[in-house]
């Protein structure tokens, strides 16, 4: 579902849609993949989308899908920071 609410729907095999997406998206449970920029927050066991959206985690990858969201976040943030350190202009 995208953030428009619209499903879609292929006729590939999952780990085959998984390889051709890039680092931004993170396998939930098979046939759940999320892209993480859209991740408001996760609990023990289910993921908040920011559009309102729940979907749950897997029960024996909970830690290493929250610990694999915390790393994308904070290297996000690192690139973010470098960009505006890049353009920023001293007076």
């Not at 499903?7 to 993480?36: H, P, W």
């Not at 969201?69 to 202009?89: D, I, M, Q, S």
């Amino acid at each position: 579902m995208d953030k428009d609410g619209k499903v879609y729907r292929t006729r590939m095999t999952f780990s085959t849609v998984e390889n051709l997406l890039d680092t931004r998206f993170l396998t939930l449970m098979k046939g759940i993949i999320v892209n993480m920029d859209h991740i408001l927050q996760m609990s023990e066991d289910r993921c908040m989308m920011k559009g309102g959206a729940f979907f749950p985690l897997h029960v024996k990858r909970q830690k290493e899908l929250k610990q694999k969201w915390l790393n994308y976040k904070f290297t996000r943030l690192r690139e973010e920071t470098a960009a505006l350190e890049a353009t920023h202009v001293p007076h």
